[in-house]
């Protein structure tokens, strides 16, 4: 038996936290076994998510249950709170959880081997390792920056990750070419604000420089992005993303709303005829385009107007696939203590009635896609044994997927023609 100790890492929240826990796995990886069974671990670090309330909960409830149950039933187990829940809550979290045996929050993360070391009493090695991959399949994401600069008023990111900090374009591409190397066909550039990139760095290189040299790293099939602003959407952007072959015509764009006056009080620029504007400029230029995007509903102030504006908006612009999220005030945010907070039974009806209209236009989309072929990268294999992948316009874990009708091997690329839509997934049969 390795007298190495064995840990796990649970991944809580965004894709973002999962590149943290990949980046966390590869600095734990030279000194310690990392294992996906829980059952075989030492140490369980759970990297949690506090964005919105919802997920603070689910956080707390993951670490109650291992520090009950799982810690008690070996000796010499620990648990370790990692990721946004301690940069959020700090001391106030360490006083009401004497259990957790450390906390390890965003900024001190690089410490994290040394804490796991400590608490086990193993030497750290430090040799240094390739990153290690979360994302489903053959797909890696990689972070290209970390905090934002921006301050919208619902927002708690700023104060959990701190102000922007872009990683170098070599440093990025480094991680690029490990992970093609390493068996990744499909990278996911993300950050809080992947349109920012650069603004912080000598000579403030542009996103689209970053996107065309990542794009052409050798054995790449495709290149994604992920949160990208609105006003961070350049022509050059765009040029990079119709001319680069292995860029992907797909554009998540957090939008949040398209009524003006509820986007100031979220201290965010645009309206509906402006974003309007921009999604023909991208379609021009991006024949084909797949777009995503995120709405908030029931914000404070946001008038019964504002709610039939912004479903009048999700109708008019088509957009592929909408994630709506019921507004939550988060503590310590300026539109927490907003006047004109709109009540949760109002909340609550807004939200469904504009995921409706979403799901409506995002499913009349997906059906338009019935008797085309796309070329699909093969995911794996479903829970019911079904082998699905993805085609360039579905993102991983959020967009749907395409079922296919034969087994095939993870990674691989296949032209498949859809022959049916199930909600936003598709049925495909492989023709090549
Ligand atoms: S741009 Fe995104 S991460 Fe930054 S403050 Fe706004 S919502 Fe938060």
């Not at 149950?69 to 370790?80: D, H, L, N, S, T």
């Not at 990542?214 to 765009?238: F, H, K, N």
Request: with cysteine.
């Amino acid at each position: 038996m390795s007298a190495r100790r064995v840990v796990h890492i649970l991944t809580l929240g965004c894709p973002k936290n999962e590149v943290d826990s990949d980046r966390m796995a590869a600095s734990l990886a030279p000194s310690f076994d990392l294992v996906d069974d829980l059952d075989a671990a030492d140490v369980a670090i759970v990297n949690t998510c506090s964005f919105i309330r919802e997920a603070t909960e689910e956080s707390i409830g993951t670490v109650l249950g291992l520090t009950g149950e799982w810690k008690a039933a070996r000796p010499g187990r620990f648990v370790i709170v990692a990721g946004c829940m301690p940069a959020r809550y700090g001391d106030e979290l360490a006083a009401s959880m004497p259990e957790v045996d450390a906390f390890v929050p965003v900024a001190s993360e690089a410490g994290l081997a040394r804490v796991v070391a400590g608490l086990t009493g193993s030497a750290l090695v430090s040799e240094p390792a390739a990153p290690t991959r979360t994302a489903p399949g053959p797909s890696a994401y990689i972070q290209v920056a970390d905090g934002c600069h921006r301050r919208c008023t619902f927002c708690t990111i700023p104060d959990i990750r701190g102000d922007y900090v872009s990683r170098s374009l070599p440093d990025v591409l480094a991680e690029a070419r490990l992970l093609v190397d390493g068996g990744a066909r499909e990278l996911i550039l993300v950050g809080q604000d992947v349109s920012s990139w650069g603004r912080d760095l000598p000579g403030a290189p542009v996103l689209a420089d970053l996107v065309r040299e990542v794009a052409r790293v050798e054995g790449l099939s495709w290149l994604r992005l992920m949160y990208v602003q609105p006003d961070g959407i350049t022509p050059e952007l765009l040029d990079v993303m119709a001319t680069e072959p292995t860029v992907c015509r797909y554009l998540d764009m957090p939008l949040q709303h398209a009524s003006r006056p509820v986007l100031r009080r979220m201290a965010r620029s645009g309206d509906a005829a402006e974003f309007l504007r921009l999604i023909g400029v991208i379609r021009d230029l991006v024949p084909g385009v797949f777009l995503r995007t995120t709405l908030i509903s029931g914000f404070p102030g946001e008038t019964r107007d504002d709610a039939a504006r912004l479903v009048d908006f999700v109708r008019d612009a088509g957009i592929d696939y909408v994630g709506v999220f019921e507004y939550s005030a988060e503590e310590g945010t300026p539109a927490a203590t907003m006047d004109a907070q709109v009540s949760a039974r109002t909340r609550r009806a807004r939200t469904q009635r504009l995921r409706d209209a979403a799901f409506e236009v995002g499913t009349e989309r997906a059906a338009l896609l019935v008797g085309r072929t796309l070329a699909v990268l093969v995911e794996g294999v479903d829970e019911d044994g079904v082998t699905i992948g993805r085609h360039r316009g579905q993102a991983p874990e959020i967009d749907g997927l395409v079922l296919l009708d034969r087994d095939l091997e993870p990674g691989t690329l296949v032209e498949v023609e859809i022959v049916d839509a199930l909600g936003y997934d598709l049925v495909g049969e492989v023709r090549s």
